[in-house]
């Protein structure tokens, strides 16, 4: 019996990967203009991590974890999200150190939740991800924030919709606490389990309940925004304030509420907006956060990020029909007649390879009409013809495949002819 591919992970085959590479490449080079490095760290860290960091009480750790004791008997999980991560990081390596702060770092990488699989909700994606930490300025929410809409733009992304919250700091969310409890509690008993728990333990999360979405009192509920003191106030005015100076545009939804603990004051998230886009409409998520480095054994350091999974963003840009790259073309195809000549082009897709030219040859022992064909398929630019003949001659044949235009070379001079056509000519 063959095995197939676990539920929710997908394999990504050339054809597709080119769209994969020009997304990793566009977003990079957008970290790369607003200052941001790549940091890896690894893809299993011990679960407390994420107990601590992303919060006991949300989903992720409550039941999506893949958690699993190693042979050493330490409890070890596959990373849900990259913040814990590199939070974990900057306090194991002492970035908070450096002399350059706040530290700006890009991540891109597999993450893992047991979620019910549908379109855009994976077991297994990838996240592209930044963080900024070292800094409580609005001005780098505003930067964070405009990092992430750069990317949507450059991609040709037009139709996203940036959703803006603050949650306050520790003051305002607990009176804003008090208030939810005030406000559900008497009906509590209507409520989903789940909401039932988080009523004590975090009742901001209620607000973010699926089942419950339509309950009346789901409307009524108060609003962080009335709730936020002076200092928070002033701080969500200065980050919408840097927002509007540079001209990016959100809207302000005060239920907006994110799904792991971590996050104070600004809170955001990317939605897609118009047809032709499933069930899930988010697209990207973040925040700042405080308090995360200090519970990982840090120095009091507040930090803000975001992180986007590849596979919703190419979702989004499948939705649009947004121009889609297609594999590169091949630059030379050689094809042989004959035994000797067989055995050559071995010595020369190696050379045209050194040159810098992408090269192939046959491998199948084709005939000559099958090897032309093979070259169409890859969409060989140029095709090199070697026959015995010509091979005692010290001659090949190039063809140039967009004008059907053939030339004899010395094939002394073949590699420089084709570098000038194709890499130098470049
Ligand atoms: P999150 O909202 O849990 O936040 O996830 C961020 C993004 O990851 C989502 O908007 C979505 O694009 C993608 N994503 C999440 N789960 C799945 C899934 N099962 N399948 C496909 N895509 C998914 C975080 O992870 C935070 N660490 C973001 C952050 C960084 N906040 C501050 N810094």
Known sequence: MSIQIPRGTQDILPGEIELWQYIEEKAKDVCRRFNYQEIRTPIFEHTDLFQ??????????????????DRGKRSITLRPEGTAGVARSYVE?????QANQPTKLYYNGPMFRYERPQSGRMRQFVQFGVEAIGSSDPAIDAEVLALAMSIYEELGLKEVKLVLNSLGDKESRDSHRQALIDHFKPSISEFCEDCQNRLEKNPLRILDCKKDRDHPLMSTAPSILDYLNEESKTYFEKVRAHLDQIGISYVVDPTLVRGLDYYYHTAFEIMAEGE??????????????TGLVEDLGGPSSPGIGFAFSIERLIMALKAKNQVIPSAPKL???VVSLGDEAKDKTVELVYQLRKAGISADKDYLDKKMKAQFKAADRLDARYTAILGDNELTQGKINVKDMETGDQVEVELDAFIDYLKEKTVGGK
């Open 276 to 289: 032709g886009f499933g069930a899930i409409t988010t697209l990207c998520g973040g925040g700042r956060y």
């Open 52 to 69: 601590r960091g992303v919060g006991d009480t949300t989903d992720i750790v409550q039941r999506e974890m893949y958690t699993f004791e």
């Open 331 to 333: 630059d030379c195809y």
């Open 93 to 97: 390596k002492k970035m908070y150190g």
